[in-house]
């Protein structure tokens, strides 16, 4: 960048309250520069100054200084703060540049002088929209096409999302630029053999076992796993399925009682962050059966952890397994057994997959994508 000191601000509401998704991107991208540019200054903007323990740590970063509503009214209006009172602080901060990292901006930046840059995850709700409800449908598409109309510049978290912005928004191909997300660097870590057997013995896990990590919801296509499991062979492997469980978890549940899956379809969930990876190298296999991805962080989760990955086709899975994962159709269980089936018993095949996933996870560097961030910044500046 070329001048010190330099203000930038942020939407910072998922990054202080949630704890995956969303909030993940929000402090992979605070902490990242907070580390590797040392001539910023990180205004975090958060509507609640009681709702910041997703934080982790990101709020008491050097760079960082957290900014909340003062005034009764604000206080009070706290999405119409984000909407528009975060401006006024803005510019009182002297922000030269303001980041949405979750796909809005603040309305009056232009006016202001203020540059700004927007995220934009993915854009699920137009390409399934029956997986949204109509109010929920018409409120994303006009916060995120009114923000990437206004942003002078656009990130995209893959190359699948900037074709369905270009799409959906009919924006222009130059002002999207693709800046993939990493993933948490312990990951990369062996984790302690005293960690994976407390994990082991915290949540009963068999000695063989096929991992998915993401919502137990419908778009997430769980139910393909399950299916993919009675047709496997190999009675002795347990799928352990880690995330929060909606509605659609009775349905993948029923289908495992149905079909005599029982204890060895497990669905779990609050699991700890610092547990994932443990989770990810007892693994014999990852699976995530998604029908459709901005990008895919678990896939990437998995390749660094170096557990042989299969993802499905159709979205952004590709992009964040590589070349390394097999890859089957979301509506073929037949497929994602066969898969499974070659991941669990090729050895040579498993060594190759993991030491081409290690390879490929390099380009995920959390330094390098910061730097690329970097750059984009300069170009908005």
Known sequence: MPHRHIHIGFDAKRAAQNKTGLGNYSRFVIRGLAKWAPNLRLYLFVPNAKKTKAMDGTDKLAAVTLRFPKSFFWRHCR?????????GDAVYKKVKLFHGLTGELPWGLRAKGIKSVVTIHDLIFLR?????SCIDRWIYHWKFRSACRRADRIIAVSECTKRDIMHFFGTAEEKISVVYQGCDEQFAQPTTENHRELVRRRYHLPERF???????????????????QTQLPDEDITVIALGHQ?????KVRR???????GHRFRMISGVAFADLPVFYQLAQAFVYPSRFEGFGIPMLEAITSG???????????EEAGGPSC????????AALAAALQRVLTD???????ITDGHAYAQRFDPEKLTMQLLELYASVI
Request: net charge negative; glycine share 6%.
């Open 79 to 87: 999405a119409l703060w984000r909407q528009w009172g975060v401006v």
């Open 128 to 132: 399934f929209p029956q997986y949204y």
């Open 210 to 228: 096929v991992l998915y990590v993401g919502s137990i919801e419908e778009r997430k296509n769980l139910l393909l796993l399950a299916q993919a």
């Open 246 to 250: 909606t509605a659609y978890a009775k």
């Open 255 to 261: 289908y495992a009682e149905d079909h005599d899956l």
């Open 307 to 317: 557990t042989p990955a299969i993802g499905c086709t159709g979205s952004s899975l």
């Open 326 to 333: 097999l890859y089957v159709s979301p509506d073929d269980p």
């Open 347 to 353: 050895e040579a095949l498993r060594a190759k997959m």
